[in-house]
């Protein structure tokens, strides 16, 4: 019984927390959070479904959504938005919810962190991707 209290606990405070608790919408998903780009760094290394990282390329990692997935980031303070598709697994780092690549976060004009709202827009497999 203290498990389920516990379990009950635990879902209210994420259903209360937008940035951990994605929430569905007629695509399905919609996430707000903080966005971060990738070091140059990283361009030509592999990501995790096995491409070469393109900063170049309108493309992010998520956590959790699966690979394909075409995402609309929008940065909340300007309304900027840009469309990429999921191709890596990220960002690490506590708090943050997508990281952009260098094309993808210029488009929005992220340099450094800002809030964004994750809206899917096209699955893998589906029509709309």
């Known amino acids: 019984m203290f498990r389920s209290i516990l379990t009950a606990g635990a879902l209210a405070v994420l259903a209360l927390s937008p940035s951990l608790a994605p929430a569905k919408t007629a695509s399905g998903f919609s996430q707000h959070g903080v966005a971060s780009h990738y070091a140059?760094?990283?361009?030509?290394?592999?990501?995790?479904?096995g491409e070469r990282f393109n900063q170049n390329a309108l493309t992010a990692a998520h956590k959790t959504l699966p690979m394909g997935t075409h995402v609309r980031v929008t940065r909340v303070a300007s309304g900027d938005s840009v469309v990429v598709r999921i191709n890596d697994r990220g960002p690490f780092v506590k708090g943050r919810v997508i990281d952009l690549s260098k094309r993808a976060a210029r488009e929005i004009g992220l340099k450094g962190l800002a809030k964004v709202r994750v809206e899917v827009i096209g699955r893998p497999g589906s029509s709309g991707s």
């Not at 140059?40 to 479904?49: L, P, Q, Y």
């Open 40 to 49: 140059d760094k990283f361009h030509g290394r592999k990501t995790a479904n």
